[in-house]
């Protein structure tokens, strides 16, 4: 799930001497030991071992690193969601991508708790995170507006994006408080409580 970054391509022979996966990794157990604004990005380059030009090479800013290669993952959604046959329910198709989306290897969670700990409540990190979070409700809402047969700015499609990322966003929150707790158990009681409510009002109506 990994790719390396644009325009950073090694000379032929030369071993490549980082990756967008270990320095993340790398400035997650730095800012997780330090704090987030106690850590520079050349304390980050630091330890591993590069240049602060070249840590500019894969991530934009300090900010960007926790988010690892969201964009990439982003990218992998809509390309689930537009694979996935058109009798699919809307919400069983949201909930494969989504759940597809924060799926990782066990030896990758560790990572991505300290990832979501910081994009969850570092204050610089929260405001950063609104044109990511955009991006993703977008994902959501273009999927939704083609299946409905509507503009994708349209209300319909607009909430739903609302809604599974306040599930997303619900269903980390419960996993952070609870080590013990699987985070893809919890997106599927999120989206079964989605289905209860949807159910429950068609039977009062």
């Known amino acids: 799930m990994t790719s390396a970054p644009q325009g950073d391509s090694p000379r032929v022979g030369r071993q490549r001497s980082t990756s967008i996966e270990k320095l993340s990794h790398i400035g997650l157990s730095l800012f997780a030991e330090r704090g987030f604004e106690q850590t520079t990005v050349d304390d980050i380059a630091t330890a591993a071992q590069i240049g602060r030009r070249t840590f500019f090479r894969y991530f934009p800013s300090k900010n960007d690193l926790p988010w690892g290669e969201f964009d990439v993952l982003l990218e992998q959604m809509r390309e689930h969601l537009e694979q996935l046959p058109r009798t699919v329910p809307i919400l069983t198709a949201l909930r494969d991508a989504v759940v597809a989306f924060n799926t990782f290897p066990a030896s990758e ?24 979070y955009t991006a993703w409700r977008q994902v959501i809402a273009d999927f939704a507006a083609d299946r409905i047969g509507v503009p994708a700015d349209s209300l319909m499609p607009q909430v739903l994006g609302r809604v599974i990322l306040g599930l997303s966003l619900a269903a980390y929150e419960q996993w952070l408080r609870d080590e013990d707790a699987d985070l893809i158990e919890l997106f599927d009681h999120a989206f079964a409580l989605i289905s209860y409510v949807q159910l429950e009002g068609e039977e009062r109506g």
């Open 109 to 132: 969670l560790p990572h991505h708790r300290r990832r979501m700990q910081l994009l969850l409540s570092v204050p610089a990190l929260t405001a950063h995170s609104t044109l990511r």
